[in-house]
């Protein structure tokens, strides 16, 4: 089957670190860059950050630059989201997502998303 | 970056009737690189159309995308109850990437 699954997410303090993880299956994860978006409740969808097929190129929005590290394992079929110096303005469901493209600054829409990992931040 | 503004917030229709979802944006999508998906509670977003016209596999036809610019629509010709669900767009022209905050289909 094709999904992207999710994990690693949990109640953490402010200041702390977290690490998610995301595994593949059904499609050659080598092949393709592979993204981060999350959703803050009650709000819309927002870019994280993204990550080329060889862990070339790779990028971050702005609100995470600096705190967060994305990176894959492509012999295990995984992609990871290292998070630190976490705030509560990071408390979203986390999601994981294909880019129809192999670099990710290519620019392509993403056409497989898993299900998502919650990660709260709060004292 | 590209804001995308999408209306109407909740769409209350019956099955079988006619849905037309917006999505605006602050400036030009380049390309017309703009996709809609599907996204039901619990579950994974799902790819309906991308390139603002074009379906993705296995999707039916009754999903219709259309638009260029600034404006586009998502059009669900005939409702099924399986269609009922939180729609969102996605900007693919420009980085970052950005979304819209969805519209609701709801069972009125």
């Known amino acids: 089957e094709v999904q992207l699954v999710e994990s690693g997410g949990g109640l953490v303090q402010p200041g702390r670190s977290l690490r998610l993880s995301c595994v593949a299956s059904?499609?050659?994860?080598?092949?393709?860059?592979m993204h981060w978006v999350r959703q803050a409740p009650g709000k819309g969808l927002e870019w994280v950050s993204g990550i080329s097929r060889n862990s070339g190129r790779i990028g971050y929005a702005d609100s995470v630059q600096g705190r967060f590290t994305i990176s894959r394992d492509n012999a295990k079929n995984s992609l990871y989201l290292q998070m630190n110096s976490l705030r509560a303005e990071d408390t979203a469901l986390y999601y994981c997502?294909?880019?129809?493209?192999?670099?990710?600054?290519?620019?392509?829409?993403?056409?497989?998303w898993g299900r998502g990992t919650l990660v709260t931040v709060s004292s | 970056e590209i804001v995308l503004t999408q209306s109407p917030g909740t769409l209350s229709l019956f099955p079988g009737e006619r849905a037309a979802l917006s999505c605006r944006a602050s400036?030009?999508?380049?390309?017309?690189?703009l996709a809609w998906f599907q996204h039901k509670p619990g579950q994974a977003p799902r790819v309906l159309i991308y390139g603002a016209s074009r379906r993705a596999s296995g999707i039916p036809d009754r999903f219709t995308g259309s638009g260029s610019g600034t404006d586009f629509t998502l059009t669900i010709s005939r409702l099924e109850l399986e269609d009922f669900a939180v729609y969102f767009c996605?900007?693919?022209?420009?980085?970052?990437?950005?979304f819209g905050q969805g519209t609701k289909v709801e069972i009125k």
């Open positions: 059904g499609f050659t994860f080598g092949d393709y860059a």
């Open positions: 996605q900007q693919y022209g420009s980085s970052p990437w950005t």
């Open positions: 997502a294909k880019d129809i493209y192999s670099d990710y600054d290519l620019l392509g829409y993403f056409d497989l």
């Open positions: 400036q030009s999508v380049s390309s017309s690189f």
